[in-house]
T-cell receptor, first 114, second 114 residues
């Protein structure tokens, strides 16, 4: 079963505006959440992560918010740039014997238009 | 920043032959590395956890005799696809973590079995 879900397969946003990507999870044992950006035929590029003891982490244009009670996290990109057009994956890890094992969402294709 | 390399980036082989893919962590030691597979337009699927000095741990449904993993040192893991068949054609990606909060992926290896 899919423990990490990204329900929006695609998102179109205008350059300079905010991109908000959402991710839901079902496993309450997850304690680390990571966001990746991926281009076709390339490995994922790490963007930002958050541990379950925090509710917000910010790095430059990227901010991740975690709502543990709702089992929901989001990635905000502001301002969006054309180079941000890619597929974004949400990933989670946690629980016993799970160090580093990531469960990925299905991804959201972001298109930033001029 | 941390870098994970993979070699080769692309390989074409005949059905029945074996293919070895190398994964290296270039600026940190990794006692654990991970191997993923991505099908076209799908998310990343964890295949196995590569453990330095011990046997790899395979995810359910992954044939350990088909996908041989050797973690020879703290910076090198290899995945060998044995007796490859066309259905093994895929994009294989490795990753390594210096800590719980980050995990870096290699650029991936595109395997095509004819």
């Amino acid at each position: 079963d899919q423990q990490v879900k990204q329900n929006s397969p695609s998102l179109s946003v205008q350059e300079g505006r905010i991109s908000i990507l959402n991710c839901d999870y079902t496993n309450s044992m997850f304690d680390y959440f990571l966001w990746y950006k991926k281009y076709p035929a390339e490995g994922p590029t790490f963007l930002i992560s958050i541990s379950s003891i925090k509710d917000k982490n910010e790095d430059g244009r990227f901010t991740v918010f975690l709502n543990k009670s709702a089992k929901h996290l989001s990635l905000h990109i502001v301002p969006s740039q054309p180079g941000d057009s890619a597929v974004y994956f949400c990933a989670a890890s946690g629980g016993t014997d799970s160090w580093g094992k990531l469960q990925f969402g299905a991804g959201t294709q972001v298109v930033v238009t001029p | 920043g941390a870098v994970v390399s993979q070699h080769p980036s692309r390989v074409i082989c005949k059905s029945g032959t074996s293919v070895k893919i190398e994964c290296r962590s270039l600026d940190f030691q990794a006692t654990t590395m991970f191997w993923y597979r991505q099908f076209p337009k799908k998310s990343l699927m964890l295949m196995a956890t590569s453990n330095e000095g011990s046997k790899a741990t395979y995810e359910q449904g992954v044939e350990k005799d088909k996908f041989l993993i050797n973690h020879a040192s703290l910076t090198l893991s290899t995945l060998t696809v044995t007796s490859a068949h066309p259905e093994d054609s895929s994009f294989y990606i490795c990753s390594a973590s210096p800590n719980r909060e980050t995990q870096y992926f290699g650029p991936g290896t595109r395997l095509l079995v004819l």
